[in-house]
Protein backbone atom coordinates (compact mmCIF):
# COMPACT_ATOMS: atom_id res chain seq x y z
CA UNK A 1 0.00 0.00 0.00
CA UNK A 2 1.10 3.21 -0.88
CA UNK A 3 -0.83 6.69 -0.26
CA UNK A 4 -0.58 10.43 -0.35
CA UNK A 5 -2.61 11.92 1.92
CA UNK A 6 -3.45 15.79 3.12
CA UNK A 7 -2.54 16.31 6.86
CA UNK A 8 -6.20 18.06 7.68
CA UNK A 9 -8.46 15.44 5.76
CA UNK A 10 -6.18 12.76 7.87
CA UNK A 11 -6.55 14.17 10.80
CA UNK A 12 -9.69 14.53 11.14
CA UNK A 13 -10.74 10.81 9.99
CA UNK A 14 -8.59 9.52 12.81
CA UNK A 15 -9.93 11.42 14.85
CA UNK A 16 -13.37 10.32 14.45
CA UNK A 17 -12.24 6.79 14.40
CA UNK A 18 -9.67 6.84 17.18
CA UNK A 19 -11.99 8.17 20.20
CA UNK A 20 -13.49 4.50 19.93
CA UNK A 21 -10.39 2.79 20.99
CA UNK A 22 -10.14 2.31 24.21
CA UNK A 23 -6.92 3.41 25.66
CA UNK A 24 -6.07 -0.08 27.68
CA UNK A 25 -6.48 -3.16 25.60
CA UNK A 26 -5.97 -7.18 26.58
CA UNK A 27 -6.57 -7.75 22.35
CA UNK A 28 -3.57 -6.45 20.71
CA UNK A 29 -5.45 -5.94 17.54
CA UNK A 30 -8.52 -3.61 19.12
CA UNK A 31 -5.53 -0.63 19.39
CA UNK A 32 -5.11 -0.84 16.00
CA UNK A 33 -6.92 0.96 13.08
CA UNK A 34 -7.64 -1.11 9.94
CA UNK A 35 -6.44 1.50 6.64
CA UNK A 36 -7.50 0.29 3.08
CA UNK A 37 -6.01 1.75 0.32
CA UNK A 38 -7.91 2.05 -3.02
CA UNK A 39 -9.82 3.58 -6.14
CA UNK A 40 -9.05 7.15 -4.98
CA UNK A 41 -9.83 7.14 -1.23
CA UNK A 42 -8.81 5.58 1.75
CA UNK A 43 -10.79 3.58 4.49
CA UNK A 44 -10.18 4.00 8.40
CA UNK A 45 -11.92 1.80 10.53
CA UNK A 46 -11.77 1.21 14.09
CA UNK A 47 -13.86 -1.18 16.72
CA UNK A 48 -14.09 -2.26 20.35
CA UNK A 49 -16.03 -5.18 19.49
CA UNK A 50 -19.37 -3.29 20.25
CA UNK A 51 -19.33 -0.03 18.46
CA UNK A 52 -17.66 0.28 15.21
CA UNK A 53 -16.53 3.72 12.76
CA UNK A 54 -15.62 3.31 9.06
CA UNK A 55 -14.82 6.57 7.46
CA UNK A 56 -13.61 7.29 4.04
CA UNK A 57 -11.30 10.02 2.64
CA UNK A 58 -10.01 11.01 -0.74
CA UNK A 59 -6.12 10.17 -1.12
CA UNK A 60 -3.64 9.79 -3.68
CA UNK A 61 -3.43 6.12 -4.02
CA UNK A 62 0.29 4.79 -5.75
CA UNK A 63 -0.39 1.20 -5.15
CA UNK A 64 -3.64 -0.23 -3.33
CA UNK A 65 -3.54 -2.52 -0.42
CA UNK A 66 -4.30 -2.51 3.56
CA UNK A 67 -2.57 -3.25 7.08
CA UNK A 68 -3.81 -2.10 11.05
CA UNK A 69 -1.72 0.56 12.57
CA UNK A 70 -1.48 2.18 16.33
CA UNK A 71 -4.32 3.98 16.52
CA UNK A 72 -3.69 6.50 19.31
CA UNK A 73 0.06 6.77 18.37
CA UNK A 74 -1.10 7.25 14.44
CA UNK A 75 -3.22 10.24 15.56
CA UNK A 76 -0.51 11.60 18.04
CA UNK A 77 2.29 11.61 15.28
CA UNK A 78 -0.13 13.23 12.25
CA UNK A 79 -2.14 15.83 15.13
CA UNK A 80 2.28 17.28 15.53
CA UNK A 81 2.62 17.42 11.87
CA UNK A 82 2.31 20.95 10.21
CA UNK A 83 -0.12 22.50 9.00
CA UNK A 84 -1.07 21.81 5.03
CA UNK A 85 1.60 18.94 5.22
CA UNK A 86 1.18 15.86 2.96
CA UNK A 87 1.51 12.95 4.38
CA UNK A 88 2.50 10.08 2.51
CA UNK A 89 1.72 6.42 3.80
CA UNK A 90 3.79 3.47 3.02
CA UNK A 91 3.69 -0.29 3.22
CA UNK A 92 6.43 -2.47 1.81
CA UNK A 93 8.31 -5.64 1.91
CA UNK A 94 6.29 -8.36 4.58
CA UNK A 95 3.47 -5.50 5.65
CA UNK A 96 4.82 -5.03 9.35
CA UNK A 97 5.83 -1.66 9.34
CA UNK A 98 4.02 1.21 8.16
CA UNK A 99 6.30 4.12 7.47
CA UNK A 100 4.96 7.61 6.87
CA UNK A 101 7.15 10.53 5.86
CA UNK A 102 5.71 14.21 5.87
CA UNK A 103 8.08 16.68 4.90
CA UNK A 104 11.66 15.87 6.39
CA UNK A 105 10.38 13.64 9.47
CA UNK A 106 9.84 9.84 9.13
CA UNK A 107 8.29 7.36 11.40
CA UNK A 108 8.05 3.75 11.29
CA UNK A 109 5.03 1.69 13.31
CA UNK A 110 4.43 -1.67 13.94
CA UNK A 111 1.75 -3.54 11.92
CA UNK A 112 -0.90 -6.07 12.64
CA UNK A 113 -2.09 -8.12 9.91
CA UNK A 114 -5.63 -7.05 8.09
CA UNK A 115 -6.86 -10.78 8.49
CA UNK A 116 -7.02 -10.66 12.26
CA UNK A 117 -8.77 -7.25 12.46
CA UNK A 118 -12.62 -8.04 13.94
CA UNK A 119 -15.48 -7.03 11.80
CA UNK A 120 -18.76 -5.93 13.32
CA UNK A 121 -21.06 -8.21 11.00
CA UNK A 122 -24.62 -6.01 10.46
CA UNK A 123 -26.81 -8.67 9.48
CA UNK A 124 -29.72 -7.80 8.14
CA UNK A 125 -31.02 -4.58 9.69
CA UNK A 126 -34.15 -4.25 7.99
CA UNK A 127 -35.67 -0.60 9.46
CA UNK A 128 -34.54 2.12 7.08
CA UNK A 129 -35.19 5.83 7.83
CA UNK A 130 -33.44 9.08 7.67
CA UNK A 131 -33.84 11.85 10.40
CA UNK A 132 -32.55 15.75 10.49
CA UNK A 133 -29.21 15.81 11.72
CA UNK A 134 -30.72 19.05 14.19
CA UNK A 135 -33.58 16.59 15.26
CA UNK A 136 -31.03 13.68 16.51
CA UNK A 137 -29.40 16.25 18.32
CA UNK A 138 -32.24 17.49 19.71
CA UNK A 139 -33.30 13.90 21.10
CA UNK A 140 -29.54 12.71 22.75
CA UNK A 141 -29.08 16.30 24.16
CA UNK A 142 -32.23 16.42 25.95
CA UNK A 143 -32.32 13.06 27.41
CA UNK A 144 -28.42 11.80 27.59
CA UNK A 145 -27.87 13.98 30.93
CA UNK A 146 -30.41 11.42 32.62
CA UNK A 147 -28.99 7.87 31.75
CA UNK A 148 -27.91 6.00 34.29
CA UNK A 149 -23.99 4.97 35.25
CA UNK A 150 -25.07 2.41 37.59
CA UNK A 151 -24.01 -0.90 35.81
CA UNK A 152 -25.66 -3.04 37.77
CA UNK A 153 -28.74 -1.80 35.81
CA UNK A 154 -27.37 -2.16 32.68
CA UNK A 155 -30.83 -1.94 30.89
CA UNK A 156 -30.60 1.84 31.91
CA UNK A 157 -27.16 2.99 30.64
CA UNK A 158 -28.34 4.20 27.21
CA UNK A 159 -31.14 6.33 25.44
CA UNK A 160 -34.74 3.97 24.75
CA UNK A 161 -35.72 4.75 21.71
CA UNK A 162 -38.65 3.69 19.71
CA UNK A 163 -41.84 4.34 17.97
CA UNK A 164 -44.95 5.14 20.19
CA UNK A 165 -48.10 7.53 20.31
CA UNK A 166 -48.62 10.77 21.83
CA UNK A 167 -51.90 12.41 22.96
CA UNK A 168 -52.66 15.69 22.23
CA UNK A 169 -56.37 15.81 23.80
CA UNK A 170 -58.31 13.46 22.07
CA UNK A 171 -55.44 13.68 19.16
CA UNK A 172 -53.10 10.28 18.72
CA UNK A 173 -49.78 11.64 16.97
CA UNK A 174 -47.18 9.21 15.88
CA UNK A 175 -43.59 9.93 17.22
CA UNK A 176 -39.98 8.90 17.11
CA UNK A 177 -39.57 8.78 21.04
CA UNK A 178 -36.49 9.12 23.07
CA UNK A 179 -36.42 8.14 27.37
CA UNK A 180 -33.80 8.18 29.34
CA UNK A 181 -33.81 7.37 33.46
CA UNK A 182 -31.30 6.83 36.26
CA UNK A 183 -34.15 5.93 38.83
CA UNK A 184 -33.79 9.62 40.02
CA UNK A 185 -35.08 11.56 36.76
CA UNK A 186 -36.41 10.86 33.54
CA UNK A 187 -36.30 12.53 30.30
CA UNK A 188 -38.66 11.89 27.33
CA UNK A 189 -38.51 13.66 24.11
CA UNK A 190 -40.08 13.26 20.63
CA UNK A 191 -40.34 14.13 17.50
CA UNK A 192 -43.09 13.43 14.53
CA UNK A 193 -42.36 9.68 13.42
CA UNK A 194 -40.38 9.75 10.50
CA UNK A 195 -41.45 8.15 7.45
CA UNK A 196 -40.23 4.03 7.29
CA UNK A 197 -40.06 4.02 11.22
CA UNK A 198 -43.42 2.57 11.70
CA UNK A 199 -42.78 -0.75 12.62
CA UNK A 200 -39.19 -0.07 14.53
CA UNK A 201 -38.16 -2.26 17.54
CA UNK A 202 -37.91 -0.33 20.73
CA UNK A 203 -33.95 -0.32 20.77
CA UNK A 204 -31.79 0.67 23.86
CA UNK A 205 -28.43 2.75 22.38
CA UNK A 206 -25.83 2.24 24.91
CA UNK A 207 -24.13 5.23 26.07
CA UNK A 208 -20.64 4.83 24.41
CA UNK A 209 -22.52 5.07 21.09
CA UNK A 210 -24.50 8.04 21.89
CA UNK A 211 -21.59 9.83 23.21
CA UNK A 212 -19.36 9.27 19.17
CA UNK A 213 -23.07 9.81 17.62
CA UNK A 214 -23.26 13.27 19.31
CA UNK A 215 -19.75 14.48 18.33
CA UNK A 216 -20.24 13.05 14.79
CA UNK A 217 -23.78 14.73 14.36
CA UNK A 218 -22.01 18.35 14.75
CA UNK A 219 -20.07 17.85 11.78
CA UNK A 220 -22.88 15.83 9.50
CA UNK A 221 -24.84 16.92 6.94
CA UNK A 222 -28.42 17.69 6.92
CA UNK A 223 -29.58 13.85 7.72
CA UNK A 224 -28.63 10.87 9.04
CA UNK A 225 -29.48 7.40 7.97
CA UNK A 226 -30.35 5.28 10.58
CA UNK A 227 -30.62 1.27 10.30
CA UNK A 228 -31.64 -1.27 12.91
CA UNK A 229 -32.48 -4.97 14.20
CA UNK A 230 -33.39 -6.14 17.43
CA UNK A 231 -29.67 -6.09 18.16
CA UNK A 232 -27.71 -3.80 16.19
CA UNK A 233 -28.33 0.16 14.82
CA UNK A 234 -26.17 1.63 12.03
CA UNK A 235 -25.59 5.35 11.54
CA UNK A 236 -24.33 6.61 8.09
CA UNK A 237 -24.06 10.14 6.71
CA UNK A 238 -21.29 11.71 4.85
CA UNK A 239 -18.33 9.20 4.19
CA UNK A 240 -19.23 7.97 7.85
CA UNK A 241 -20.63 4.83 9.31
CA UNK A 242 -21.22 3.96 12.66
CA UNK A 243 -22.36 0.51 13.80
CA UNK A 244 -23.36 -0.57 17.30
CA UNK A 245 -25.01 -3.68 18.90
CA UNK A 246 -27.49 -2.84 21.39
CA UNK A 247 -27.81 -3.06 25.02
CA UNK A 248 -29.33 -6.49 25.23
CA UNK A 249 -32.33 -6.08 27.99
CA UNK A 250 -36.12 -4.60 28.91
CA UNK A 251 -36.09 -0.99 29.22
CA UNK A 252 -38.88 -0.31 32.36
CA UNK A 253 -42.15 0.80 32.01
CA UNK A 254 -41.80 4.28 32.16
CA UNK A 255 -44.78 5.75 31.61
CA UNK A 256 -45.92 4.03 35.18
CA UNK A 257 -43.25 6.62 36.97
CA UNK A 258 -44.79 10.00 35.00
CA UNK A 259 -47.71 11.29 37.49
CA UNK A 260 -50.81 12.27 36.51
CA UNK A 261 -52.52 13.75 39.73
CA UNK A 262 -49.95 16.72 39.93
CA UNK A 263 -52.67 19.69 40.40
CA UNK A 264 -49.99 22.46 41.46
CA UNK A 265 -48.40 24.23 38.75
CA UNK A 266 -45.87 26.71 39.27
CA UNK A 267 -44.25 28.69 36.29
CA UNK A 268 -41.10 30.58 36.30
CA UNK A 269 -38.57 32.25 34.18
CA UNK A 270 -36.00 29.09 33.39
CA UNK A 271 -32.63 31.11 33.26
CA UNK A 272 -33.09 33.09 36.55
CA UNK A 273 -34.55 29.93 38.21
CA UNK A 274 -31.68 28.20 37.43
CA UNK A 275 -28.97 30.75 38.20
CA UNK A 276 -30.63 30.73 41.77
CA UNK A 277 -30.40 27.69 42.63
CA UNK A 278 -26.90 27.21 41.31
CA UNK A 279 -26.04 30.42 43.60
CA UNK A 280 -27.90 28.44 46.89
CA UNK A 281 -26.40 25.08 45.99
CA UNK A 282 -23.20 26.62 46.64
CA UNK A 283 -23.50 26.14 50.47
CA UNK A 284 -25.27 22.34 49.88
CA UNK A 285 -22.83 19.38 50.81
CA UNK A 286 -21.12 17.85 47.93
CA UNK A 287 -22.89 14.59 49.34
CA UNK A 288 -26.38 15.40 49.01
CA UNK A 289 -26.84 18.45 46.78
CA UNK A 290 -30.13 19.52 48.55
CA UNK A 291 -32.25 22.68 47.85
CA UNK A 292 -35.46 23.41 49.27
CA UNK A 293 -38.01 24.89 47.42
CA UNK A 294 -41.24 26.63 49.76
CA UNK A 295 -43.54 27.78 47.50
CA UNK A 296 -46.87 30.37 48.18
CA UNK A 297 -48.78 32.33 46.45
CA UNK A 298 -46.78 34.18 43.53
CA UNK A 299 -43.29 33.35 45.12
CA UNK A 300 -40.52 31.09 45.54
CA UNK A 301 -37.57 31.02 48.39
CA UNK A 302 -34.97 28.69 47.85
CA UNK A 303 -32.90 27.81 50.62
CA UNK A 304 -29.96 25.37 51.48
CA UNK A 305 -28.07 24.58 54.72
CA UNK A 306 -24.81 22.92 55.52
CA UNK A 307 -23.62 22.25 58.84
CA UNK A 308 -20.34 22.95 57.96
CA UNK A 309 -20.63 25.81 55.49
CA UNK A 310 -23.67 28.01 56.53
CA UNK A 311 -26.76 28.40 55.38
CA UNK A 312 -27.99 30.73 51.58
CA UNK A 313 -31.52 31.86 50.88
CA UNK A 314 -33.06 33.54 47.58
CA UNK A 315 -36.26 34.37 46.51
CA UNK A 316 -37.84 34.39 42.84
CA UNK A 317 -41.46 35.79 41.88
CA UNK A 318 -43.44 32.86 40.32
CA UNK A 319 -46.64 32.48 39.00
CA UNK A 320 -48.15 29.96 41.88
CA UNK A 321 -51.88 30.51 42.63
CA UNK A 322 -51.90 26.95 44.85
CA UNK A 323 -51.76 26.39 48.79
CA UNK A 324 -48.16 26.22 50.27
CA UNK A 325 -46.02 23.48 49.84
CA UNK A 326 -42.30 22.35 50.54
CA UNK A 327 -40.50 20.04 48.67
CA UNK A 328 -36.13 19.32 48.00
CA UNK A 329 -34.39 18.18 45.06
CA UNK A 330 -30.96 17.17 43.89
CA UNK A 331 -29.50 20.77 43.13
CA UNK A 332 -27.32 18.94 39.90
CA UNK A 333 -30.39 17.45 38.65
CA UNK A 334 -32.26 20.11 38.88
CA UNK A 335 -30.17 21.93 36.91
CA UNK A 336 -29.21 19.43 33.97
CA UNK A 337 -32.89 19.24 33.46
CA UNK A 338 -33.51 23.58 33.73
CA UNK A 339 -30.37 23.25 31.23
CA UNK A 340 -32.27 21.27 28.50
CA UNK A 341 -35.34 24.25 28.48
CA UNK A 342 -34.48 26.09 25.60
CA UNK A 343 -37.68 29.08 26.20
CA UNK A 344 -38.05 31.56 28.39
CA UNK A 345 -41.00 29.58 30.88
CA UNK A 346 -40.05 26.11 33.06
CA UNK A 347 -43.60 24.73 34.26
CA UNK A 348 -43.26 22.12 37.42
CA UNK A 349 -46.44 20.06 38.30
CA UNK A 350 -46.45 19.92 41.73
CA UNK A 351 -48.57 17.05 44.45
CA UNK A 352 -46.50 16.96 47.86
CA UNK A 353 -43.54 16.57 49.18
CA UNK A 354 -43.06 12.91 48.55
CA UNK A 355 -44.22 12.43 44.88
CA UNK A 356 -42.29 12.96 42.35
CA UNK A 357 -42.93 16.33 40.13
CA UNK A 358 -43.17 17.22 36.05
CA UNK A 359 -40.75 19.38 34.66
CA UNK A 360 -41.86 20.95 31.08
CA UNK A 361 -40.43 24.06 28.99
CA UNK A 362 -43.75 26.07 28.42
CA UNK A 363 -42.93 26.73 24.54
CA UNK A 364 -42.05 23.34 23.90
CA UNK A 365 -44.45 20.39 24.44
CA UNK A 366 -42.22 17.42 23.19
CA UNK A 367 -40.23 17.10 26.22
CA UNK A 368 -41.30 16.28 29.23
CA UNK A 369 -38.84 15.93 32.76
CA UNK A 370 -39.91 14.29 36.15
CA UNK A 371 -37.76 14.24 38.39
CA UNK A 372 -37.76 12.61 42.29
CA UNK A 373 -38.17 14.86 45.03
CA UNK A 374 -35.42 13.98 48.56
CA UNK A 375 -35.83 14.95 51.64
CA UNK A 376 -34.81 18.18 53.23
Known amino acids: MNITIERAALLRSLGHVQSVVERRNTIPILSNVLLRAGDGELSLAATDMDLEIVETVPATVGRPGGTTAPAHTLFDIVRKLPDGSQVELDIGGDGTILTLR ?3 SQF ?14 SGDLKHNFSVAAADLRGLIDRTRFAISTEETRYY ?4 YLHAAKSKMGSL ?3 VLRAVATDGHRLARVEMPLPDGAEGIPGVIIPRKTVTEIRKLVDEA ?3 IELSMSDNKIRFGFDSVVVTSKLIDGTFPDYERVIPVGNDKVMEVDAKLFAAAVDRVATISTEKSRAVKLALVRGA ?3 SATSPEAGSATEELEVNYQESPLEIGFNSRYLLDITQQIE ?3 AQFTLADAASPTIIRDVADSTALYV ?4 RV
Not at 156 to 159: A, D, K, S, T
Not at 371 to 374: E, G, K
Open 343 to 345: GEG
Open 156 to 159: LNGI
Open 221 to 223: ADR
Open 102 to 104: AGR
Open 108 to 121: KLSCLPVEDFPQLS
Open 371 to 374: LMPM
Open 172 to 174: ETP
Open 300 to 302: LTL
